[in-house]
């Protein structure tokens, strides 16, 4: 079934330990997208790629790394997690940076302690 | 920058009735997209409706309804003949219409919907 698909469902995660979520679509979308879901905030977006090979920092990126190697991944590092960093992730895509309909994986609750 | 504004956190209403979810956004920009996603228990983020600001008609789809006033700048979505399906997290999101950088969706707080039988 063509979508997103995103690993872990959910971790928990030592603070000062480097974790990579991953998202991968098999829909050849060039747009893809990392947000994260905290309550009483809704969804912000942590980092965005428009094309394979390019990225850019979205509202909150501190903390966060991202690589668009090919099309269809876009994993997200966390170099040395922190608590604040607690949420649940969403990865999302699109066929490209004008389309207006995104996608969204399941999301990943990471949990850091 | 936009900002999307939800300014109700939790709402119920009785199976089978109608509900109104509020949403309003800030926006210098004459032309974008406006959306409402459902998130229910599985988490998954679902697109219940979208309205592209040049359009007047108001958006539906089946049992959801939009009322766009784009003068007061707000984005509303009624539910009607509540299920106990619809009970969810409700997003309200905004878009712009192109441009440079990310094409991202700027979401409201979001605003839980509880269906009581």
């Known amino acids: 079934i063509a979508g997103i698909t995103q690993a872990p469902t959910s971790q928990i995660l030592a603070a000062g330990r480097r974790m990579t979520l991953r998202c991968t679509q098999d829909?050849?979308?060039?747009?893809m997208y990392w947000y994260r879901q905290d309550l009483g905030l809704g969804l912000r977006l942590i980092h965005y790629s428009n094309t394979a090979g390019t990225t850019g920092k979205g509202e909150v990126p501190d903390g966060y790394s991202v690589s668009r190697a090919n099309t269809d991944d876009f994993p997200l590092t966390l170099a040395s997690a922190v608590p604040s960093q607690t949420s649940v992730y969403f990865c999302?895509?699109?066929?490209?940076?004008?389309?207006?309909?995104?996608?969204f994986g399941q999301g990943t609750r990471l949990t850091v302690v | 920058a936009q900002t999307v504004t939800q300014s109700q956190p939790e709402m119920s209403v009785q199976e089978a009735e109608t509900v109104t979810l509020s949403c309003t956004y800030d926006t210098s920009e004459s032309d974008y997209y406006l959306f409402w996603y459902k998130q229910p228990p599985s988490r998954q983020m679902i697109l219940v409706i979208r309205q592209e600001a040049y359009k007047q008609q108001n958006a539906t789809e089946n049992r959801f309804s939009v009322n766009f006033q784009k003068a007061a700048k707000s984005f509303s979505l009624k539910i009607s003949d509540s299920q106990l399906g619809d009970a969810a997290m409700y997003f309200c999101a905004y878009r712009s219409p192109g441009g440079r950088g990310a094409q991202k969706l700027v979401f409201g707080q979001g605003t839980r919907l509880t269906i009581n039988p």
């Open positions: 999302a895509s699109s066929l490209d940076r004008l389309s207006t309909e995104a996608f």
């Open positions: 829909m050849r979308h060039n747009a």
